[in-house]
Protein backbone atom coordinates (compact mmCIF):
# COMPACT_ATOMS: atom_id res chain seq x y z
CA UNK A 1 0.00 0.00 0.00
CA UNK A 2 2.54 2.42 1.15
CA UNK A 3 4.78 1.54 -2.31
CA UNK A 4 1.59 1.92 -4.37
CA UNK A 5 0.80 5.60 -2.64
CA UNK A 6 4.51 7.01 -2.77
CA UNK A 7 3.96 5.63 -6.73
CA UNK A 8 0.74 8.02 -7.71
CA UNK A 9 2.83 10.27 -5.20
CA UNK A 10 5.79 10.82 -7.69
CA UNK A 11 3.79 10.42 -10.93
CA UNK A 12 1.75 12.99 -9.85
CA UNK A 13 4.66 15.55 -9.04
CA UNK A 14 5.99 14.35 -12.55
CA UNK A 15 2.35 15.38 -14.10
CA UNK A 16 2.42 19.07 -12.14
CA UNK A 17 6.05 19.83 -13.12
CA UNK A 18 5.34 19.17 -16.69
CA UNK A 19 2.11 21.55 -16.51
CA UNK A 20 4.18 23.91 -14.74
CA UNK A 21 7.40 23.47 -17.03
CA UNK A 22 4.23 23.86 -19.85
CA UNK A 23 3.07 26.75 -18.32
CA UNK A 24 6.79 28.77 -18.23
CA UNK A 25 7.14 27.76 -21.76
CA UNK A 26 3.60 29.54 -22.90
CA UNK A 27 4.46 32.39 -20.98
CA UNK A 28 7.88 32.53 -22.35
CA UNK A 29 6.40 32.01 -26.12
CA UNK A 30 4.11 34.69 -26.02
CA UNK A 31 6.16 36.95 -24.00
CA UNK A 32 8.68 36.49 -27.45
CA UNK A 33 5.82 36.60 -29.69
CA UNK A 34 5.14 40.37 -28.28
CA UNK A 35 8.67 41.46 -28.61
CA UNK A 36 9.00 40.26 -32.44
CA UNK A 37 5.84 41.99 -33.21
CA UNK A 38 6.16 45.48 -31.76
CA UNK A 39 10.07 44.99 -32.47
CA UNK A 40 11.12 48.17 -34.65
CA UNK A 41 11.44 47.75 -38.62
CA UNK A 42 13.91 49.92 -39.34
CA UNK A 43 15.70 49.81 -42.95
CA UNK A 44 17.86 51.95 -44.91
CA UNK A 45 15.03 53.25 -47.60
CA UNK A 46 17.63 54.53 -50.58
CA UNK A 47 16.65 57.57 -53.45
CA UNK A 48 13.19 57.80 -54.26
CA UNK A 49 12.53 55.98 -57.43
CA UNK A 50 13.29 57.82 -60.63
CA UNK A 51 9.90 58.11 -61.89
CA UNK A 52 8.49 60.30 -59.47
CA UNK A 53 10.12 63.48 -58.70
CA UNK A 54 10.08 63.12 -54.92
CA UNK A 55 12.49 64.79 -52.67
CA UNK A 56 13.56 63.29 -49.22
CA UNK A 57 12.35 65.35 -46.46
CA UNK A 58 12.91 65.21 -42.41
CA UNK A 59 10.68 66.94 -40.03
CA UNK A 60 10.36 66.60 -36.02
CA UNK A 61 7.61 65.22 -34.20
CA UNK A 62 6.15 66.49 -31.29
CA UNK A 63 9.01 65.28 -29.13
CA UNK A 64 11.89 66.65 -31.59
CA UNK A 65 12.35 62.98 -32.88
CA UNK A 66 12.85 63.08 -36.71
CA UNK A 67 10.14 62.14 -39.15
CA UNK A 68 11.45 60.95 -42.06
CA UNK A 69 9.72 60.51 -45.77
CA UNK A 70 9.63 62.18 -49.21
CA UNK A 71 7.53 64.84 -50.34
CA UNK A 72 6.25 65.65 -54.30
CA UNK A 73 4.94 68.93 -55.08
CA UNK A 74 1.86 68.96 -56.85
CA UNK A 75 -0.45 71.32 -59.02
CA UNK A 76 -0.85 74.85 -56.54
CA UNK A 77 -4.61 74.30 -56.02
CA UNK A 78 -5.03 70.92 -56.52
CA UNK A 79 -4.63 69.60 -52.81
CA UNK A 80 -2.13 67.61 -50.78
CA UNK A 81 -2.53 63.76 -49.30
CA UNK A 82 -0.35 62.46 -46.87
CA UNK A 83 0.07 58.68 -47.25
CA UNK A 84 0.65 56.71 -44.03
CA UNK A 85 1.59 52.29 -44.14
CA UNK A 86 0.67 49.93 -42.16
CA UNK A 87 2.65 47.96 -39.88
CA UNK A 88 5.90 46.46 -40.52
CA UNK A 89 5.97 48.16 -43.76
CA UNK A 90 7.76 51.96 -44.51
CA UNK A 91 6.68 54.85 -47.02
CA UNK A 92 8.07 52.22 -49.91
CA UNK A 93 4.51 50.25 -49.45
CA UNK A 94 2.74 53.84 -50.74
CA UNK A 95 4.24 54.56 -53.86
CA UNK A 96 2.42 52.99 -56.19
CA UNK A 97 -0.35 55.66 -54.83
CA UNK A 98 2.00 58.45 -54.67
CA UNK A 99 2.26 58.14 -58.73
CA UNK A 100 -1.77 58.15 -59.60
CA UNK A 101 -2.07 60.80 -57.05
CA UNK A 102 1.03 62.58 -58.52
CA UNK A 103 -0.23 62.15 -62.11
CA UNK A 104 -3.98 63.72 -61.12
CA UNK A 105 -2.09 66.66 -59.78
CA UNK A 106 -2.02 66.25 -56.06
CA UNK A 107 0.97 67.28 -53.86
CA UNK A 108 2.06 63.78 -51.87
CA UNK A 109 3.75 63.71 -48.44
CA UNK A 110 5.04 59.64 -48.02
CA UNK A 111 6.21 59.08 -44.07
CA UNK A 112 8.12 56.53 -42.40
CA UNK A 113 5.95 55.79 -38.93
CA UNK A 114 8.41 55.75 -36.21
CA UNK A 115 10.03 52.43 -35.52
CA UNK A 116 9.49 52.03 -39.05
CA UNK A 117 12.10 52.70 -42.10
CA UNK A 118 14.28 55.30 -41.26
CA UNK A 119 12.47 56.88 -38.53
CA UNK A 120 13.83 56.26 -35.14
CA UNK A 121 11.38 54.72 -32.46
CA UNK A 122 11.53 51.89 -29.62
CA UNK A 123 8.82 49.88 -30.69
CA UNK A 124 5.55 49.80 -32.91
CA UNK A 125 2.58 50.67 -31.09
CA UNK A 126 -0.24 49.74 -33.99
CA UNK A 127 -1.29 53.50 -33.80
CA UNK A 128 -0.79 54.73 -30.48
CA UNK A 129 2.37 56.52 -30.65
CA UNK A 130 1.74 56.39 -34.45
CA UNK A 131 -1.08 59.12 -34.43
CA UNK A 132 1.30 61.82 -32.93
CA UNK A 133 3.41 60.95 -36.55
CA UNK A 134 0.36 61.68 -38.03
CA UNK A 135 0.00 65.34 -36.46
CA UNK A 136 3.38 66.27 -37.32
CA UNK A 137 3.38 65.52 -40.83
CA UNK A 138 -0.26 67.12 -41.57
CA UNK A 139 1.38 70.35 -39.78
CA UNK A 140 4.57 69.98 -41.83
CA UNK A 141 1.91 69.71 -45.49
CA UNK A 142 0.10 72.67 -43.80
CA UNK A 143 3.27 75.18 -43.46
CA UNK A 144 4.70 74.16 -46.59
CA UNK A 145 1.61 74.22 -48.57
CA UNK A 146 -0.59 77.11 -46.72
CA UNK A 147 -4.34 77.24 -48.29
CA UNK A 148 -4.39 73.66 -49.64
CA UNK A 149 -7.07 71.16 -48.46
CA UNK A 150 -5.13 67.75 -47.48
CA UNK A 151 -6.20 64.42 -47.66
CA UNK A 152 -5.23 60.91 -45.90
CA UNK A 153 -4.92 57.77 -47.19
CA UNK A 154 -3.93 55.25 -43.90
CA UNK A 155 -4.13 51.41 -44.46
CA UNK A 156 -4.36 49.19 -41.42
CA UNK A 157 -2.09 50.45 -38.59
CA UNK A 158 -1.91 54.23 -41.19
CA UNK A 159 -5.75 54.44 -40.60
CA UNK A 160 -5.86 53.43 -36.87
CA UNK A 161 -3.03 56.20 -36.09
CA UNK A 162 -5.43 58.75 -38.02
CA UNK A 163 -8.17 57.72 -36.37
CA UNK A 164 -6.38 57.89 -32.83
CA UNK A 165 -4.91 61.21 -33.54
CA UNK A 166 -8.64 62.65 -33.01
CA UNK A 167 -9.58 65.46 -32.15
CA UNK A 168 -6.07 66.96 -33.51
CA UNK A 169 -6.76 65.25 -37.29
CA UNK A 170 -6.49 69.10 -39.29
CA UNK A 171 -7.45 66.89 -42.91
CA UNK A 172 -10.43 67.71 -45.03
CA UNK A 173 -10.74 64.10 -46.00
CA UNK A 174 -9.62 60.97 -45.00
CA UNK A 175 -9.29 57.12 -46.69
CA UNK A 176 -9.50 54.53 -43.92
CA UNK A 177 -8.11 51.20 -45.72
CA UNK A 178 -9.07 47.76 -43.51
CA UNK A 179 -8.62 49.60 -40.11
CA UNK A 180 -9.37 47.06 -36.79
CA UNK A 181 -12.17 48.08 -34.34
CA UNK A 182 -10.20 47.41 -31.03
CA UNK A 183 -6.47 45.97 -31.15
CA UNK A 184 -8.25 42.95 -28.90
CA UNK A 185 -10.23 41.48 -31.95
CA UNK A 186 -7.39 42.59 -34.01
CA UNK A 187 -5.31 39.99 -31.89
CA UNK A 188 -7.76 37.30 -31.37
CA UNK A 189 -8.43 37.37 -35.61
CA UNK A 190 -4.68 36.80 -36.26
CA UNK A 191 -4.13 34.17 -33.48
CA UNK A 192 -7.62 32.40 -34.86
CA UNK A 193 -5.51 32.61 -38.38
CA UNK A 194 -2.11 30.88 -37.02
CA UNK A 195 -3.55 28.66 -34.36
CA UNK A 196 -7.21 28.24 -35.21
CA UNK A 197 -10.09 27.94 -33.13
CA UNK A 198 -7.89 28.06 -29.83
CA UNK A 199 -5.57 30.75 -31.07
CA UNK A 200 -8.00 33.62 -29.47
CA UNK A 201 -7.49 31.88 -25.99
CA UNK A 202 -4.26 33.31 -25.93
CA UNK A 203 -4.82 36.90 -26.84
CA UNK A 204 -5.87 38.21 -23.15
CA UNK A 205 -1.66 37.05 -22.41
CA UNK A 206 -0.30 38.13 -25.98
CA UNK A 207 -2.14 41.55 -25.03
CA UNK A 208 -0.54 41.63 -21.28
CA UNK A 209 2.51 42.30 -22.91
CA UNK A 210 1.85 45.65 -24.62
CA UNK A 211 1.95 48.04 -20.85
CA UNK A 212 4.83 45.37 -20.52
CA UNK A 213 6.59 46.77 -24.06
CA UNK A 214 5.40 50.18 -24.21
CA UNK A 215 3.26 51.67 -21.40
CA UNK A 216 -0.34 50.98 -23.23
CA UNK A 217 -3.12 48.96 -22.40
CA UNK A 218 -5.59 47.46 -24.98
CA UNK A 219 -8.35 50.08 -24.17
CA UNK A 220 -6.02 52.69 -25.47
CA UNK A 221 -6.31 51.02 -28.66
CA UNK A 222 -9.58 51.04 -29.88
CA UNK A 223 -10.01 53.16 -32.96
CA UNK A 224 -13.94 52.39 -32.97
CA UNK A 225 -14.35 54.59 -30.16
CA UNK A 226 -12.94 57.76 -31.61
CA UNK A 227 -13.28 56.71 -35.38
CA UNK A 228 -17.12 58.75 -34.77
CA UNK A 229 -15.01 62.29 -33.29
CA UNK A 230 -13.71 62.81 -37.08
CA UNK A 231 -15.81 64.57 -38.65
CA UNK A 232 -14.63 65.15 -42.36
CA UNK A 233 -15.35 63.06 -45.15
CA UNK A 234 -14.63 59.11 -44.77
CA UNK A 235 -14.48 56.82 -47.49
CA UNK A 236 -13.50 53.16 -45.46
CA UNK A 237 -12.15 50.75 -48.16
CA UNK A 238 -12.67 47.08 -47.04
CA UNK A 239 -12.46 43.21 -48.05
CA UNK A 240 -15.15 40.80 -47.84
CA UNK A 241 -12.73 38.10 -47.45
CA UNK A 242 -10.39 39.64 -44.71
CA UNK A 243 -9.60 37.56 -41.63
CA UNK A 244 -7.28 40.04 -39.89
CA UNK A 245 -10.32 42.35 -40.23
CA UNK A 246 -13.34 41.23 -40.85
CA UNK A 247 -16.51 42.46 -42.63
CA UNK A 248 -18.38 42.22 -38.99
CA UNK A 249 -15.52 44.08 -38.11
CA UNK A 250 -15.71 46.97 -40.82
CA UNK A 251 -19.58 47.08 -40.72
CA UNK A 252 -18.83 47.84 -37.16
CA UNK A 253 -16.50 50.87 -38.07
CA UNK A 254 -18.53 52.08 -40.28
CA UNK A 255 -21.71 52.24 -38.20
CA UNK A 256 -19.66 53.85 -35.92
CA UNK A 257 -18.39 56.70 -38.05
CA UNK A 258 -20.64 59.89 -38.42
CA UNK A 259 -21.33 61.30 -41.99
CA UNK A 260 -20.58 62.59 -44.82
CA UNK A 261 -18.97 58.62 -45.24
CA UNK A 262 -18.96 55.78 -47.85
CA UNK A 263 -18.27 52.31 -47.78
CA UNK A 264 -16.72 50.44 -50.67
CA UNK A 265 -16.74 47.13 -50.24
CA UNK A 266 -13.83 45.05 -52.15
CA UNK A 267 -15.11 41.54 -53.15
CA UNK A 268 -12.92 38.53 -52.99
CA UNK A 269 -10.27 40.64 -51.07
CA UNK A 270 -8.21 40.15 -47.90
CA UNK A 271 -5.90 41.58 -45.82
CA UNK A 272 -3.81 42.75 -49.00
CA UNK A 273 -2.92 46.09 -50.85
CA UNK A 274 -6.28 46.83 -51.78
CA UNK A 275 -4.46 49.21 -55.01
CA UNK A 276 -2.76 46.30 -55.90
CA UNK A 277 -5.72 44.11 -55.68
CA UNK A 278 -8.31 46.17 -57.95
CA UNK A 279 -5.72 48.70 -59.59
CA UNK A 280 -7.79 50.74 -61.94
CA UNK A 281 -11.13 50.62 -59.72
CA UNK A 282 -9.25 52.24 -56.77
CA UNK A 283 -7.94 55.05 -58.74
CA UNK A 284 -11.19 56.00 -60.19
CA UNK A 285 -12.86 55.56 -56.56
CA UNK A 286 -10.52 57.28 -54.34
CA UNK A 287 -9.44 59.95 -57.06
CA UNK A 288 -12.80 60.75 -57.40
CA UNK A 289 -13.91 61.43 -53.68
CA UNK A 290 -10.54 63.66 -53.34
CA UNK A 291 -12.10 65.25 -56.32
CA UNK A 292 -15.20 65.96 -54.05
CA UNK A 293 -13.54 66.75 -51.21
CA UNK A 294 -10.51 68.58 -51.62
CA UNK A 295 -10.26 70.22 -55.53
CA UNK A 296 -11.78 73.70 -55.53
CA UNK A 297 -13.98 73.53 -57.75
CA UNK A 298 -15.52 76.83 -59.85
CA UNK A 299 -19.11 78.40 -58.62
Do not use: C
Not at 105 to 132: C, H, K
Amino acid sequence: WFTNLMAHKARLVKWLSLLVLIALLGLVGTWVAGSTLVSPTQASIGVPPPDIPAQTVVFPDASDKPIHGWFIAGTEGQGAVLLLHGVRADRRAMVNRARFLHAAGYAVLLIDFQASGESPGEAITFGYREADDVKASLRYLHQRLPGERVGIIGTSMGGAATILAEPNVDADAVVLEQVYPTIRQATEDRLAIHLGPMGPWLAPLLLATLHSHFGIYPDQLRPIDHIGHLAMPKLLIVGDRDRDTTIAESYAMFLAATGPKELWVVHGARHVDLYGYVGTDYQIRVLGFFDAWLRRHPN
